[in-house]
């Protein structure tokens, strides 16, 4: 497995229903123990915007008329990998259609849910690291709307604030409007993480790494990044395998 575990999020109308399978997801030690439960499809939306997860697992009925797990579905841009979990099998064959990697019933045994969640993290890996293979540059419009091309290898780091991102390189700064969420989909996953919720740092640029900070090579060796508790030790899991795939 490439992280340390996997955050997860489970969007439901009903969280009630998840005492069985949350129980048992717990007892997974490649899952995060935060795993963030949302009813709401907007919420879903806005959550995706700011957080970095890894599984999607979505219930098919989510009490809208208009909004159910398959339209929600088709509203994310670049999801990450989804899962279907529901306690009607009505909707297999139209999660399948729409892209859900695979289905889970609310009433699935621990043994087949680890089996399956196994699977679906392995589906996780490969997903990034397609994506860190293809990604050599990054193409944006800056806030004058000018277009503008930069190499994914001379950023240093990004921060959000009220959906402007500041991307920092050597020397220059450009900003732009949007999510961080949205600017990691663009990004070599195997060569960039999350030290916290409002920042994306390039592990290439890292000159020392310690608990609670990690400070940059030089020029920006003067500014260190803090590193906050849940997000540090998976930061410091792929820090690890990058440093190991990158000697």
């Given at each position: 497995?490439?992280?340390?575990?996997?955050?997860?999020?489970?969007?439901?109308?009903?969280?009630?229903?998840?005492?069985?399978?949350?129980?048992?997801?717990?007892?997974?030690?490649?899952?995060?123990?935060?795993?963030?439960?949302?009813?709401?499809?907007?919420?879903?939306?806005?959550?995706?915007?700011?957080?970095?997860?890894?599984?999607?697992?979505?219930?098919?009925?989510?009490?809208?008329?208009?909004?159910?797990?398959?339209?929600?579905?088709?509203?994310?841009?670049?999801?990450?990998?989804?899962?279907?979990?529901?306690?009607?099998?009505?909707?297999?064959?139209?999660?399948?259609?729409?892209?859900?990697?695979?289905?889970?019933?609310?009433?699935?045994?621990?043994?087949?849910?680890?089996?399956?969640?196994?699977?679906?993290?392995?589906?996780?890996?490969?997903?990034?690291?397609?994506?860190?293979?293809?990604?050599?540059?990054?193409?944006?419009?800056?806030?004058?709307?000018?277009?503008?091309?930069?190499?994914?290898?001379?950023?240093?780091?990004?921060?959000?604030?009220?959906?402007?991102?500041?991307?920092?390189?050597?020397?220059?700064?450009?900003?732009?409007?949007?999510?961080?969420?949205?600017?990691?989909?663009?990004?070599?996953?195997?060569?960039?993480?999350?030290?916290?919720?409002?920042?994306?740092?390039?592990?290439?640029?890292?000159?020392?790494?310690?608990?609670?900070?990690?400070?940059?090579?030089?020029?920006?060796?003067?500014?260190?990044?803090?590193?906050?508790?849940?997000?540090?030790?998976?930061?410091?899991?792929?820090?690890?395998?990058y440093r190991q795939n990158n000697k």
């Open positions: 497995m490439d992280k340390l575990n996997y955050r997860l999020l489970i969007v439901d109308d009903n969280p009630d229903s998840l005492v069985y399978i949350l129980m048992s997801l717990k007892e997974l030690p490649f899952i995060n123990d935060d795993i963030k439960i949302v009813q709401k499809p907007i919420e879903a939306l806005n959550y995706l915007k700011e957080n970095e997860v890894d599984v999607l697992m979505l219930g098919m009925d989510l009490g809208d008329k208009e909004i159910d797990g398959i339209k929600l579905a088709s509203l994310i841009p670049n999801p990450p990998v989804m899962v279907a979990c529901s306690a009607h099998t009505d909707y297999v064959f139209k999660a399948n259609e729409a892209g859900f990697y695979t289905y889970f019933s609310k009433k699935i045994s621990f043994n087949v849910l680890k089996a399956k969640m196994e699977d679906v993290v392995e589906k996780v890996d490969k997903k990034l690291q397609e994506q860190s293979r293809e990604v050599k540059s990054l193409t944006i419009k800056d806030l004058n709307n000018d277009t503008i091309q930069i190499d994914v290898d001379q950023i240093f780091y990004a921060q959000v604030d009220n959906d402007i991102i500041d991307i920092y390189l050597e020397k220059d700064k450009y900003q732009v409007k949007g999510s961080l969420g949205g600017l990691q989909a663009n990004l070599p996953a195997a060569m960039f993480a999350r030290p916290r919720i409002n920042t994306l740092v390039n592990l290439s640029k890292i000159d020392l790494l310690r608990s609670g900070e990690l400070h940059f090579v030089k020029p920006r060796n003067g500014f260190p990044i803090a590193v906050t508790r849940s997000y540090k030790d998976n930061f410091r899991h792929q820090y690890e395998v």
